[in-house]
T-cell receptor, first 112, second 112 residues
Framework: GAGVSQSPSNKVTEKGKDVELRCDPI?????LYWYRQSLGQGLEFLIY????????KSGLPSDRFSAERTGGSVSTLTIQRTQQEDSAVYLC??????????FGPGTRLTVL | QKEVEQNSGPLSVPEGAIASLNCTYSDRGSQSFFWYRQYSGKSPELIMSIYSNGDKEDGRFTAQLNKASQYVSLLIRDSQPSDSATYLC????????????FGTGTRLQVTL
């Protein structure tokens, strides 16, 4: 079946602009995660949604970052007033149970 | 101390040999452990999960877990050039629901 999809695949923006990144999880997966991966770095957890529970936002690096998940499916990660240090690949993953996470192709964000 | 540690490599093995990738973690209460493969410019792909002490085999891959030593490893038998990638170890620490903490990965090079 279809895997996790993300859009756009690439996003170039100017410093100070807002961006929205979209994630469409695998159908039926109740959990959705956002990570980011900076060049040569490991994956950094950002936020986690599980069903209708309140999201775990403990990994968001600043209040410029927010995410929502509508109808328990699609999620949008919003970065306001982007900074150059926000440049990274933003990865979304989903899981059916509480363990195995499957990643989408990622969105490469470049802030000029 | 990093929560999940991996040797960055590169680990170079000849084609047909066994590649041994190692990972240590700091949270003794961790229960779930995963190995992801990440090709350059691509997103992580789940290849193995292990939850109990001992070995788990899947084709050419064997995951080994030793909770007493806080150590998890991945063996790749009959290594192929297509196995050349970065291998990420991921751990679900205690009390973090299903958030994963990733190591920075070991780059494997399989030479002809």
């Amino acid at each position: 079946g279809a895997g996790v999809s993300q859009s756009p695949s690439n996003k170039v923006t100017e410093k100070g602009k807002d961006v929205e990144l979209r994630c469409d999880p695998i159908s039926g997966h109740t959990a959705l995660y956002w990570y980011r991966q900076s060049l040569g770095q490991g994956l950094e957890f950002l936020i986690y949604f599980q069903g209708n529970s309140a999201p775990d936002k403990s990994g968001l690096p600043s209040d410029r970052f927010s995410a929502e998940r509508t109808g328990g499916s699609v999620s949008t990660l919003t970065i306001q007033r982007t900074q150059q240090e926000d440049s990274a690949v933003y990865l979304c993953a989903s899981s059916l149970n509480w363990n195995e996470q499957f990643f989408g192709p990622g969105t490469r964000l470049t802030v000029l | 101390q990093k929560e999940v540690e991996q040797n960055s490599g590169p680990l170079s093995v000849p084609e047909g040999a066994i590649a041994s990738l190692n990972c240590t973690y700091s949270d003794r209460g961790s229960q779930s452990f995963f190995w992801y493969r990440q090709y350059s410019g691509k997103s992580p792909e789940l290849i193995m999960s292990i939850y109990s002490n001992g070995d788990k085999e899947d084709g050419r891959f064997t995951a080994q877990l030793n909770k007493a030593s806080q150590y998890v490893s991945l063996l790749i038998r009959d290594s192929q050039p297509s196995d050349s990638a970065t291998y990420l170890c991921a751990v679900n620490p205690t009390g973090t629901a299903s958030k994963l903490t990733f190591g920075t990965g070991t780059r494997l090079q399989v030479t002809l």
